[in-house]
């Protein structure tokens, strides 16, 4: 059997995702990465090869998300994307006809607007998490629920409040008033999910034509409070796939299939699980930048260096 791998590694979570020659979902994987994402990347690997057929063959691999190159050093990727292309491949694969990507992982979110299939205008925020799925983990466990049970109630909700959520700090004081007023949790749950809509809309999507289709994909698609005031915002339907968890890793398995041509795949195959790994660090003198050079080291050899503004490191020492 012939398959394609994609490989998301973001800020909070693992994803992986094997199709076969049609293009077809056979395996997955959604870990969250604790801070050790090159552990949780052999983890998923070994999982994902206990559920495999022995005679598999991984033709091409391809990586994305904030921790990509780290990724394809590890795994010996055969192409590198970022998270706009490999979200906007997986919604067209997923909804045809799509018009509208609305993205919100745990630390960022973006919005991918598509005409005809092509990418045509998108953006992202990462500088403040009152717009992401952190912030909703923060509150939930600021009142004591999993984030299933915020979801649960929050779509229930049939009274929700109005949070002042400008930032996350804001967001917590008003909840804890809201508390103390006698409010009902459902409803400073709801509130809480309108705020972060209302975040993500105001900084995120200002001026942009959100034309339905309108897909909702990662994590945070699993809320159905932010479904709810997603849909009683924009006045319309949101189409939320299956698999949406895992859409950037499906995203990069496509690509993988698509743009590798070589017959020989770069992939050092699922060995790479039982390696043993470490990180190192230091300050770059070559010039006056003073770079912060990372380092990952299997068996003393250097894999990968990156974090300089320039490819001295980058180009001389990956293997």
Not at 265 to 287: D, H, N, P
Request: negative net charge; hydrophobic residues 40%.
């Amino acid at each position: 059997m012939k398959a394609f791998l994609g490989i998301d590694i973001g800020s909070l979570s693992a994803k992986m995702a094997l199709l076969d020659d049609n293009k077809k979902l056979i395996s997955h994987s959604y870990l969250p990465t604790q801070g050790n994402p090159v552990a949780v990347l052999q983890r998923g690997l070994e999982q994902m090869e206990q559920c495999l057929p022995k005679d598999i063959e991984i033709c091409s691999v391809a990586t994305t998300g904030s921790a990509r190159y780290l990724a394809e050093a590890v795994v010996g990727a055969d192409c590198v994307k970022n998270e706009i292309t490999s979200q906007a491949v997986a919604a067209l694969h997923l909804v045809p006809d799509v018009k509208t990507v609305i993205e919100i992982g745990g630390q960022d979110s973006k919005l991918i607007i598509i005409r005809d299939g092509v990418v045509v205008d998108f953006s992202m925020n990462t500088v403040c998490a009152a717009g992401t799925g952190s912030f909703l983990g923060h509150q939930a466990q600021r009142l004591n629920l999993s984030i299933e049970q915020f979801s649960q109630m929050a779509a229930e909700s049939q009274n929700p409040v109005d949070i002042n959520g400008k930032c996350t700090v804001f967001a917590e004081s008003d909840m804890i008033h809201k508390q103390q007023n006698g409010y009902r949790i459902e409803d400073i749950a709801c509130g809480l999910c309108r705020t972060l809509v209302y975040n993500y809309l105001s900084n995120v999507c200002p001026g942009k034509d959100m034309n339905p289709p309108i897909v909702f994909q990662g994590g945070v698609a699993f809320n159905q409070g932010i479904i709810r005031a997603l849909r009683e915002k924009l006045e319309t339907d949101i189409i939320v796939p299956r698999h949406h968890e895992i859409s950037g890793a499906i995203g990069a398995a496509l690509i993988a299939a698509e743009e590798v041509k070589s017959k020989t795949s770069c992939f050092k195959g699922f060995g790479v699980c039982r390696q043993q790994y470490t990180t190192s660090f230091f300050e770059c003198r070559e010039c006056s930048q003073l770079c912060q050079i990372s380092q990952l080291r299997s068996c003393q050899e250097i894999v990968h260096s990156w974090g300089g503004l320039c490819d001295l490191f980058q180009s001389a020492v990956k293997i």
